[in-house]
């Protein structure tokens, strides 16, 4: 069945139906739920407003292929694939990509060689925070981890740290790290602001660790914590 074919078959079958209008609905408050999530800045409220669009709209779909008698609907086989894969790309991805960091960078937990860091840390996010053996200075979270080179280790004071510390933090709260939002950057053919990212990031770590904190880190490595 062509394209044409297919609108024909939903036009002739919704007007026949009194489901009508709970299509007419859904497709109305996915729309509604697309338009405001790309408005939205902050990027967990913004994926959340995101998946609800699409379940309102796979809703949409899963009633109309309910009603319809029609076979062979290519569309919504295409459709059904792309939700089922993006939404398993979104919660799944990141779940998995920590782990292959740990692996890769045969990163340590924190713990084994200062003892406040993972305790500060666990207070600001439900995150663990790795070490990893690289004299070049670098932070930077993935999924639900941190991870802090050897270098980076070695350059901060406490206080440095504790500011590198909450704005990663903030990261994970947000989950905006990647993959996780560059798969929904791809999704939605928009990426949120880098630098308004950051400086999100940075407005907390000063909230928690003081200004001044995050501005000596910041010089000490500009650029290398992200
Ligand atoms: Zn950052």
């Known amino acids: 069945m062509n394209l044409l074919g297919e609108i024909n078959c939903f036009a ?3 007007k026949l139906s009194e489901f009508a209008m709970l299509v007419a609905l859904l497709i109305v408050i996915s729309i509604s739920l697309l338009a405001a999530s790309f408005m939205i800045k902050m990027p967990k409220h913004r994926l959340l407003t995101f998946v609800s669009a699409q379940i309102a709209a796979f809703l949409a779909i899963i009633t109309t292929f309910y009603l319809m008698k029609c076979d062979g609907m290519l569309t919504i086989y295409l459709y059904s694939g792309y939700a089922v894969i993006s939404t398993a790309l979104i919660f799944g991805v990141q779940r998995f990509y920590d782990r292959l960091m740990i692996k890769r960078l045969n990163a340590k937990p924190i713990s084994n060689v200062i003892g406040w860091v993972q305790e500060f840390t666990g207070r600001l996010a ?5 070490y990893y053996d690289a004299a070049v200075p670098r932070a930077f979270a993935a999924g639900k981890s941190i991870f802090v080179s050897f270098g980076l280790l070695e350059m901060l004071s406490d206080d440095e740290l504790k500011a590198v510390l909450a ?3 903030w990261h994970i709260r947000n ?3 990647a993959p996780y939002m560059k798969q929904l950057a791809i999704m939605t053919f928009s990426s949120p602001g880098r630098e308004e990212i950051e400086e999100l990031a940075d407005r907390y770590a000063a909230e928690i660790a003081g200004s001044e904190a995050l501005s000596r880190a910041r010089s000490k490595l500009d650029k290398v914590f992200i």
Do not use: D, S, W
Request: net charge neutral; proline share 0%.
């Open 12 to 14: 002739v079958c919704l």
């Open 126 to 130: 439900n995150a663990t925070v790795y």
């Open 167 to 169: 704005h990663e933090a």
């Open 175 to 177: 989950n905006n790290r």
